[in-house]
């Protein structure tokens, strides 16, 4: 895992060089889209609880803004490199292309583990990146939102920081925020509905929407996996393992794991291990526990990977048996992988495109910020779902007009719309 963000960062600039090259583009023009536009790098020096001090580098890489203000998440996770911030962002460029709403690419980290920190020192921590990156963003110029291990809270102490040294509101200088703090409706369950959106357009497209259930199997179990869940549960599929950074569980292929019971045993036992016994009699025909390198192998119709990335390799591709594969996470399969995996007849629904419902809705609460004017709840998931159906709409044309697969597809899209600006 310690390299990955190098992987990440190699495979996503190794996209758009391809892309360019395929669609014509002039060297200098694909150099402008792969390198990021400014890198900040800090050091954070954060006083522990116990007078000790602690200094850790933060990141924010703006990698594009062409098309509108730099947006991406920041997280918090002790495997964040200069390498991988740099990969995030450059997706998020594409990513906003493909979403075709008015905003560039950008990313920020702490390399930190954030469960080995107390509550007074994630505040400060936050508070310490917001004081860093304060000169470097604003509404117009870089908004920030959470990603892995950061959430609202952690987005309104930021904006609370950001505030003070500005000495003005500004509440869409940072989007994720809770709904009393200025957040839209639906922007937690966001990017896993709008991942459930796209997959259903992909199954209509390939005539398996009136196949119920198709089984799936879900790598990770937080904010997205979580709403993808219980969406695709809405919608009659049949969940047969969910997993976490502990270990995952599977109801087998007869079974179905249902996402609130679950999430809500998750809750009381601190992992999911064991949680197959919810809502039914607990024996191991009923389900058991599995690794997350057994739930990526197992024979569903669709896998989502939605923890971490570049989980699927060239280590384990060939033992891949989903027909789909819905990358909500950013980069999980690495470029090899997806080669072999798209020769094979894998359909992969891209992250560029499957998780766009978080950065879509980031941009409603943006708007809504702006005009100091909230919509209802139903009026954002209608916005949502217009903006994801339209995005895979282009990105699916353009992979049967061109014969290409949806990933190769969404980049063409993707920059087709940022050298439009140039
Ligand atoms: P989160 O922190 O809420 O949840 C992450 C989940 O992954 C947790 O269940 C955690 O236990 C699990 N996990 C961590 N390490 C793991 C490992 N090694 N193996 C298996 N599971 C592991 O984060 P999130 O917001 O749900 O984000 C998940 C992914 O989706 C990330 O790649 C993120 O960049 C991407 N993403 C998030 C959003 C968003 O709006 N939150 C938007 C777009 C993309």
């Not at 495979?11 to 400014?38: C, F, H």
């Not at 990603?147 to 930021?158: A, F, G, L, R, S």
């Not at 929407?209 to 799936?216: A, S, V, Y």
């Amino acid at each position: 895992m310690v390299n990955s963000g190098k992987e990440m960062l190699s495979s996503a600039q190794q996209l758009i060089s391809q892309t360019g090259k395929r669609m014509g583009l002039e060297q200098e023009l694909i150099n402008r889209l792969v390198l990021p536009e400014r890198i900040i790098e800090f050091a954070l020096p954060l006083e522990k609880d116990d007078g000790r001090l602690e200094v850790l580098i933060g990141y924010r890489s703006q990698h594009n803004n062409l098309r509108g203000p730099y947006k991406g998440g920041i997280r918090f996770h002790q495997n964040v490199t200069r390498e991988e911030v740099q990969a995030l962002s450059l997706l998020m460029t594409i990513k906003t292309a493909v979403a075709n709403i008015p905003m560039g690419g950008g990313k920020g980290g702490i390399a930190v583990d954030p469960k080995s920190l107390s509550k007074a020192e994630l505040r400060k921590l936050s508070k310490l990146y917001a004081q860093k990156l304060a000169p470097f963003m604003g509404q117009d110029i870089d908004i920030p939102a959470p990603d892995v291990n950061t959430n609202p809270q952690i987005m309104q102490w930021m904006l609370e920081e950001y505030e003070a040294i500005k000495g003005k509101k500004e509440p869409s200088a940072f989007t994720g925020k809770a709904v009393e703090h200025g957040g839209s409706l639906g922007r937690e369950e966001a990017t896993g509905y709008g991942g459930v959106i796209a997959l259903e357009e992909l199954l209509s497209r390939l005539q398996l929407d009136k196949q119920r259930p198709l089984t799936i199997a879900i790598q990770g179990f937080g904010n997205v996996g979580y709403f993808f869940s219980e969406a695709a549960y809405s919608k009659g599929h049949q969940i047969v393992a969910i997993s976490d950074s502990k270990g995952g569980i599977t109801a087998h292929e007869t079974g179905n794991l249902e996402p609130k019971l679950v999430i809500d045993c998750k809750k009381e036992q601190g992992s999911i291990a064991g949680c197959y016994c919810v809502g039914g009699l607990c024996d191991s025909s009923n389900g058991e526990n599995i690794t997350n390198e057994q739930l990526l192998e197992l024979p569903v119709d669709i896998l989502v990977p939605a923890a971490l990335e570049t989980v699927i390799t060239s280590k384990n591709m060939q033992n891949i048996k989903a027909k789909i594969i819905v990358e909500m996470a950013n980069g999980p399969i690495t470029e090899e992988a997806r080669e072999y995996l798209t020769h094979k007849g894998v359909y992969i629904l891209p992250d560029v495109l499957a998780n766009a419902g978080g950065v879509i809705v980031s941009y409603l609460e943006w708007v809504q910020g702006k005009q100091g004017y909230w919509w209802s709840k139903k009026e954002v998931i209608a916005r949502l779902e217009e903006i994801m159906k339209s995005a895979f709409s282009d990105v699916w044309t353009r992979s049967a007009e061109k014969d290409i697969d949806l990933k190769s597809a969404a980049f063409e899209v993707a920059l087709q719309r940022l050298t439009a600006q140039l």
